[in-house]
């Protein structure tokens, strides 16, 4: 199991930034890939974006491309997820999540992101 602890959400107008973090600790050793997620009232989780651990590779959904940059220390096992340009929508609280095998199954407990209009 991998224990994850989100940091860095808060308010912000529209059109700022925001950078969120996440710090793993436990079995890192087996990280493949990590990922952030959000969810907004009334609505269903959804995927943000993913780093693949060791190539780094990255994917994104398509609401965030161009403005959302996930990137990884592998040094001191974190992740980072850089948001500019931040819209209304985007308000959300947003989950690090890690995936061992196939599935993302270890969540951390979430951070707030609100973007006023």
């Known amino acids: 199991q991998v224990q994850l602890v989100e940091s860095g959400g808060g308010l912000v107008q529209a059109g700022g930034s925001l950078r969120l973090s996440c710090a793993a600790s436990g079995r890192t050793f087996s990280l493949y890939e990590m990922g952030w997620f959000r969810q907004a009232p009334g609505k269903e989780r959804e995927f943000v974006a993913a780093v693949l651990w060791t190539s780094g590779t990255r994917r994104y959904a398509d609401s965030v491309k161009g403005r959302f940059t996930i990137s990884r220390d592998t040094g001191k096992n974190t992740v980072h997820l850089q948001m500019n340009s931040l819209k209304p929508e985007d308000t959300a609280v947003y989950f690090c999540?890690?995936?061992?095998?196939?599935?993302?199954?270890?969540w951390g407990q979430g951070t707030q992101v609100t973007v006023s209009s």
């Open positions: 999540a890690a995936k061992i095998v196939a599935t993302f199954v270890d």
